[in-house]
Nanobody
Framework: QVQLVESGGGLVQAGGSLRLSCAASGRTFSSYAMGWFRQAPGKEREFVAAISWSGGSTYYADSVKGRFTISRDNAKNTVYLQMNSLKPEDTAVYYC???????????????????????WGQGTQVTVSS
C-alpha cells in the first residue's frame, strides 16, 4: 500500500509559477517511479511528467516541456512539480501517481499512460487566470 497526498495547488495569473508537492508513505519511496497527471473538466486524464526512482530519468509531455520540472527528494519521500510560465490551458486537477512495478523504478514507454500507475493521490486544483 502507498498513500499519496498532493499539495501546493491554487489560483495564479498567466505567466506565474506554482510548485506542487506529493508526499508518499507506506512503501520504500526510493524503489518506485512517480508520475504527475492532470485532468481538466470534460477531458481525459493526461500525462504531465514522470521521474525514475533515482531522479536520473525524466519524461515530459510536449505541452509542458521547458516550463515544468519534475524532481524528487527520496529522503523526504516527496516528489515535486515546479510549474513556470503557466497558461490558462494548464488549468486542471493535478494528480501524482506511483508505479510499483517490479522493474526497479525505471521509466519506459508505458510511463506515459495512467494505466501504468498503481496508486493515486486525491488531486490538487490548479487554476490559471488570463
Amino acid at each position: 500500500q502507498v498513500q499519496l497526498v498532493e499539495s501546493g495547488g491554487g489560483l495564479v495569473q498567466a505567466g506565474g509559477s506554482l510548485r506542487l508537492s506529493c508526499a508518499a508513505s507506506g512503501r520504500t519511496f526510493s524503489s518506485y517511479a512517480m508520475g504527475w497527471f492532470r485532468q481538466a473538466p470534460g477531458k481525459e486524464r493526461e500525462f504531465v511528467a514522470a521521474i525514475s526512482w533515482s531522479g536520473g530519468s525524466t519524461y515530459y509531455a510536449d505541452s509542458v516541456k521547458g516550463r515544468f520540472t519534475i524532481s524528487r527528494d527520496n529522503a523526504k519521500n516527496t516528489v515535486y512539480l515546479q510549474m513556470n510560465s503557466l497558461k490558462p490551458e494548464d488549468t486542471a486537477v493535478y494528480y501524482c501517481a506511483a508505479d510499483l512495478r517490479e522493474a526497479g523504478g525505471k521509466l519506459d514507454s508505458g510511463s506515459y499512460y495512467y494505466t501504468r500507475y498503481d496508486y493515486w493521490g486525491q488531486g490538487t486544483q490548479v487554476t490559471v487566470s488570463s
